[in-house]
Structures are given as C-alpha cells and as structure tokens.
C-alpha cells in the first residue's frame, strides 16, 4: 500500500513563505514523477507545479511561476514545494501526487494539508 502523506501547511500573511514537504512510500522513488495541487473551497482541484523522476524537469502552473520552487531529495523519498510572496488567492488544500514515469491523473495522491495566506 502506497502512502502518500504532505506535512508543513499552515496560516501565513500575504508576502509570506512556506514549505510543504510531501513523502511517498514507493520503491525505487526516482522512478516517479511528482507534483503538487491544490483546491481553493468552491473551486476545481487545479496543478501547482511538478517535476520529473531525476529532478531536471519541472513545470508550473502560470499563476506560481517566480514564485513557487519544487524540489526533491531522492534519497528521503521527498518532494518539496517552496511557497514564496504568497498571496490570499494562494489559499486552499494542496495535495501531493505520484506516479510511474510522468503524472497522468491517476496514481497516488496524499490527504492534503491546508494553506491559509491572510490578506
């Protein structure tokens, strides 16, 4: 059974950082494509960012981009989503996701851990 389990959500205000770290229990876990979304209440679930097995590729959604980093450490099984000059509209449930080779809407996702900017 795969766990997939996000830690570091949390109240910030407008400008502020977080980090979200997320842990899948995998084997082999340079094998798995990572990625980051998030649901605002009343909204669709939509992409944040994602980044392939070795680290290299990653991509973004265009609302974060300059401001959100995603990173891994292979060796800890871990993805990171560095949050920066947050904003209100930042608000929501953000989730963490894997799968085999590239993301593909399906594979593993975790429970989610909430993110509140105040504005």
């Known amino acids: 059974q795969v766990q997939v389990i996000e830690s570091g959500g949390g109240l910030v205000q407008a400008g502020g950082s977080l980090r979200l770290s997320c842990v899948a229990s995998v084997r082999a876990f340079e094998n798995y494509a990572m990625g980051w979304f998030r649901q605002a209440p009343g909204k669709e679930r939509e992409f944040v960012a994602s980044i392939l097995g070795k680290g290299v590729n990653k991509e973004y959604a265009d609302s974060v981009k300059g401001r959100f980093t995603i990173s891994r450490d292979n060796a800890k099984n871990t993805v990171y989503l560095q949050m920066n000059r947050l904003k209100a509209e930042d608000t929501g449930v953000y989730y963490c996701?894997?799968?085999?080779?590239?993301?593909?809407?399906?594979?593993?996702w975790g429970q989610g851990t909430q993110v509140t900017v105040s504005s």
């Open positions: 996701t894997t799968a085999y080779g590239r993301l593909s809407g399906g594979g593993y």
